[in-house]
């Protein structure tokens, strides 16, 4: 059992680049939370603008605050650069151009010692450049789940998503996983990994990370020969969860459904046609249509919706395009 009275040291990893505009806003979240045991990391991974001397700056402020300066190497790569220097029990992540809630190192750790778990996960809130906010409709409440419960649902939004943030990990989950560089969607290619090797995942569901949507994002950027990371990364993750758990998470299917979709979205978007996707897609829906019925973690209106692109795909297109001029980020 975890003895919460000795507050163990918790390493905060921050990457960043090119985010002078956002990154006050994110270190001092960290620089005042609850929990006052903490390493942070801040890797300035070649950013062009004043990041490098503001990282300067909060170490010279605070002991806490370790800095590594870096020729850029994208995201996975300043993460990665971080555990060479580590030296936490426990490791976190926050992206530069969001924010966490004074309390959400605590929670984090106090949730995984209160269940004796591996890794504890919160809810998000994003909030976007107009003001405005949204977050899962969870009433706040605790979920604890074994290995298998969290791999079954860890691919659907408002339970575990594969967002790397926002989640506290006992740092040996990371002794032989790290996040691939080079690629986009990197957290879709590893926190199925680090789940893997859990006994125990607590979600609160309290919404304490507080995601930027903004316009030139990763998620927001077009659509290009580098989005088929994530179709890659959806058919990896999908091959190693039905293989070494066969019968024990049944919903992985519809996951892989889901996040197909979305990668078919994004092309509608950028208005780009792969033909040999669509097909294959549309084929492993109609394939399982029954589990997409039964499954517990999709709405009506979402299951509606994979329906209609199943049988029709004129009109879900139609109907994409329209919702994405009413809502451009999100």
Request: proline share 3%; aromatic share 14%; glycine share 4%.
């Amino acid at each position: 059992m975890i003895d919460k009275s000795k507050k163990p040291l918790i390493t905060v990893v921050v990457p960043i680049y090119n985010v002078e505009k956002y990154l006050d806003e994110c270190v001092q979240s960290i620089l005042n939370q609850s929990y006052k045991n903490l390493e942070i990391i801040l890797v300035d991974d070649g950013s062009p603008d004043r990041c490098g001397k503001m990282c300067d700056d909060y170490a010279t402020k605070d002991s806490r605050v370790k800095v590594i300066h870096q020729e850029n190497g994208g995201l996975s790569a300043a993460r990665n650069a971080a555990f060479q220097i580590a030296t936490g029990s426990y490791i976190t992540f926050v992206d530069s151009d969001d924010y966490i809630s004074a309390d959400m190192v605590e929670t984090l750790y106090f949730g995984m010692a209160d269940n004796e778990a591996e890794m504890a996960v919160v809810g998000f809130e994003s909030f976007f450049e107009d003001g405005t906010t949204a977050s899962s409709h969870h009433e706040k409440n605790v979920f604890t789940y074994t290995k298998t419960e969290a791999l079954d649902n860890f691919l659907f939004n408002d339970y575990l998503t594969p967002c790397v943030c926002g989640k506290l990990y006992a740092r040996r989950l990371w002794d032989t996983v790290r996040c691939p560089e080079g690629k986009l969607f990197e957290d879709q290619f590893t926190t199925y990994k680090l789940i893997d090797q859990c006994t125990k995942v607590v979600f609160i569901t309290e919404p304490k990370y507080h995601y930027r949507k903004r316009t030139g994002s990763i998620g927001h950027s077009s659509f290009s020969k580098r989005t088929y990371d994530l179709y890659d990364a959806i058919h990896e993750e999908y091959e190693f969860i039905s293989k070494k758990y066969p019968g024990q998470c049944s919903n992985i299917t519809v996951a892989r459904i889901t996040w197909e979709i979305v990668f078919v979205n994004m092309m509608i978007a950028a208005r780009r046609t792969d033909a040999t996707v669509i097909k294959a897609t549309q084929r492993f829906a109609r394939q399982n249509k029954r589990q997409v019925w039964k499954c517990k973690y999709i709405s009506g209106i979402r299951k509606f919706q994979i329906g209609l692109f199943m049988y029709s795909l004129p009109v879900y297109r139609l109907s994409y395009i329209v919702y994405k001029k009413k809502h451009p980020i999100g």
